[in-house]
């Protein structure tokens, strides 16, 4: 890590420790949480209470922690430097407090008289605890006695002491069996108190990822996530929404896993109210039963929405109940959440409390496939990610292309490994590569002969082997799609689109090797459809590393242009790529110009070609070189040589078709 973060780290951590003995660090703790969720790193951070009782200054165990988390955090997404720098602006010039009373009212640091530089006055004294006072069941109290849970036949005569919540049975005389029974009765709540609901986060600051929109791949500086593309329920849901907002209710987005109905919600939500509404996003099963208090007192003026991603995980007497919901209702509270479609069946219908609370609410249903004009819509957008949607989708929808990307990609990547799938990797990078040639529907001997470019794997692999590589290739992930798709009436392979799109704009994967060019073009050639697809896609890859003098791509575009009977240019790019020094050009071309007639021009080439790989080099150098030796030897014969002759007669003997002079 560069030093630069390693300081800001270090800064962050502390500033962290002094926030948590402040009024704000339910706010700050809130931030960070959001920030640490985007990268996977929000379990369990918090390692300091929000209330006191933490032994102070904290353990160096806790102060490391936070230092790498956040070293961790600023690596994954350098983009949260810019909050960090501002908690450390906010708390970092601060000495280390000791207890929470050195701070005022509004959250200042205090001096040791109390006085407060940023309110200008004093700090008033902390507000004493309200009154609490007792009352029993089964008997006359008087004094202090121990509580248990049966007495039998006990005097007790004490001095009445009173200390605090407790039973007291003082001067009481009992015969049998006693249960003391204690009431706390507390004062009322200060009327200047500030409603918790205040402190909810306000909706312009909350990200999507925090709000349970699936996270997508990315490149580079992107965002975390694509733009939103409006569905055609966008209309009815935010309507639905601003009139919750102005009488409160139940909104329930519903549809299939990955239909993207998180993403609609939040988008109605965003177009329906103001920049500092407050919300309430709990996790799944928190306890909903005190969000009467958190609102009582709430500025009349403002919005506060409850957001309830995957509702059935919010359902329960813990939960949001029939009552909860009446209650919330009257306030004007909007209740936003989201349901899988067979979630919502499953609780909507029948007497159960749940379908109370469903029954109130108002649905729209998001279908996980895309309708025509939604997709002229996403045809529309710029972003990468959303454009290889529209293209390398398939049958899916457009939000599980999104999100089973990823999982899929990281999957591919990791099966190299000698103890994963290595063969079922090797089947897999070949459909791949075969898709950035062009050809997206593989028969499986063209996998193979493909997957043999990159390795010994397949050359140690029986059939059963294979057969158990293309079966973990194929296996649905989350019921969505496997790596590779088989059509079973055409006998062919399809890679999922999304590793084709990552494999394109990753900058880790190889450029496809060559001979998988040459393979591909063989193959083609005997299909005009899947011909101009490698045809198009070796123009648009390829022309661009030529350009930089790239042997491979010369070589690849000259026998494509031989592939189109177009000889001069086959000849032209050919030449470039054997100049270059691509053994396997110099082959081609030595061949090429062989089979031209054109011997002199080719022996060079074919003579370089000897050192790589290119099949029957050898042969055909020697019947070059037999065409030359022929050629010279008839016309020594002509003018009257015998030895020539001879030579003619021997091994020498041209063959029946020989080739022209060259």
């Known amino acids: 890590m560069e030093p630069e973060l390693e300081e800001l780290a270090a800064s962050a951590a502390r500033a962290l420790l002094v926030a948590s003995r402040t009024p704000r660090w339910r706010e700050v703790a809130l931030r960070v949480t959001l920030l640490l969720r985007e990268v996977g790193l929000h379990e369990g951070w918090i390692g300091l209470p929000t209330t006191g009782g933490y032994e102070w200054p904290p353990s160096r165990r806790i102060m490391e922690e936070w230092q790498g988390r956040m070293g961790r955090l600023l690596v994954s997404n350098p983009g949260s430097a810019a909050e960090l720098r501002g908690i450390v602006a906010e708390f970092g010039s601060w000495d280390v407090p000791a207890r929470r009373a050195d701070f005022c009212p509004n959250g200042h640091l205090v001096g040791a008289s109390g006085w407060c530089p940023l309110c200008a006055a004093p700090t008033p004294a902390p507000t004493p605890a309200p009154d609490t006072t007792n009352t029993v069941s089964g008997g006359t109290v008087h004094g202090a006695v121990i509580q248990s849970r049966e007495i039998d036949s006990v005097v007790v005569n004490t001095a009445p002491v009173v200390a605090g919540d407790h039973v007291d049975f003082g001067d009481g005389t009992f015969n049998g069996p006693t249960i003391g029974v204690q009431y706390n009765h507390y004062g009322p709540r200060p009327d200047n108190a500030p409603a918790a609901a205040t402190g909810w986060p306000r909706v312009d600051q909350l990200r999507r990822l925090a709000l349970g929109v699936r996270p997508t791949r990315r490149f580079g500086d992107e965002p975390s996530l694509p733009p939103y593309v409006p569905r055609d329920c966008h209309g009815e849901l935010t309507g639905l929404v601003a009139q919750a907002v102005a009488g409160g209710g139940l909104v329930v987005v519903t549809g299939e896993p990955l239909s993207g109905k998180t993403m609609t919600a939040w988008a109605a939500l965003r177009g329906a109210v103001a920049d500092d509404t407050r919300v309430y996003a709990p996790d799944a099963g928190a306890d909903l039963r005190d969000l009467p208090a958190r609102l009582r007192g709430r500025d009349a003026k403002g919005t506060y929405v409850v957001w309830l991603d995957d509702l059935d995980g919010h359902l329960g007497e813990h939960g949001l109940t029939a009552g909860l919901l009446a209650h919330l209702t009257h306030e004007g509270i909007l209740v936003l959440a989201t349901m899988n479609d067979e979630a919502y069946d499953t609780h909507r219908f029948g007497g159960s409390p749940a379908s109370r609370v469903l029954s109130a609410a108002r649905t729209v249903e998001v279908p996980v496939q895309w309708s025509p004009a939604e997709l002229a819509r996403l045809a529309q957008a710029d972003d990468p990610r959303l454009v290889d949607a529209l293209r390398w989708r398939g049958e899916r929808g457009v939000g599980e292309f999104l999100v089973i990307g990823p999982e899929l990609w990281d999957e591919w990547r990791r099966a190299r490994r000698p103890a994963a799938q290595p063969l079922g990797h090797l089947l897999v990078r070949a459909a791949i590569d075969l898709a950035r040639c062009g050809i997206e529907d593989v028969p499986e001997e063209l996998l193979e002969a493909v997957c043999a470019v990159y ?192 030579r003619l007669k021997g091994p020498l003997a041209p063959p029946d078709q020989g080739s022209a002079p060259g």
Do not use: C
Request: no cysteine.
């Open 455 to 646: 390795g010994s794997v397949l050359e140690d692999a029986d059939s059963e082997a294979v057969d158990q590589a293309l079966s973990w290739a194929t296996e649905p992930r989350q019921g969505i799609t496997g790596l590779l798709v088989s059509d079973d009436e055409r006998g062919t392979w399809r890679v999922y689109g999304s590793l084709v799109a990552d494999a394109v704009r990753s900058t880790d994967i190889a450029p496809v090797p060559l001979m998988v060019w040459l393979q591909a073009l063989g193959t083609a050639e005997d299909d005009a459809l899947s011909f101009d697809a490698v045809a198009e896609a070796a123009r648009r890859i390829l022309t661009p590393r030529a350009a930089q003098e790239d042997g491979d791509a010369l070589t690849a575009l000259g026998m494509l242009a031989a592939a189109e009977d177009d000889e001069e240019g086959a000849v032209e790019w050919l030449r470039k790529a054997a100049d270059s020094g691509s053994l396997v050009g110099a082959g081609a071309l030595g061949d090429l110009l062989f089979f031209q007639g054109r011997d002199a021009e080719a022996i060079p080439y074919l003579e370089r070609a000897v050192a790589g790989d290119w099949p029957d080099v050898e042969v055909t150098l020697g019947r070059a070189h037999q065409n030359r030796a022929v050629h010279y030897l008839r016309r020594a014969e002509a003018s009257g040589n015998a030895d020539a002759g001879r």
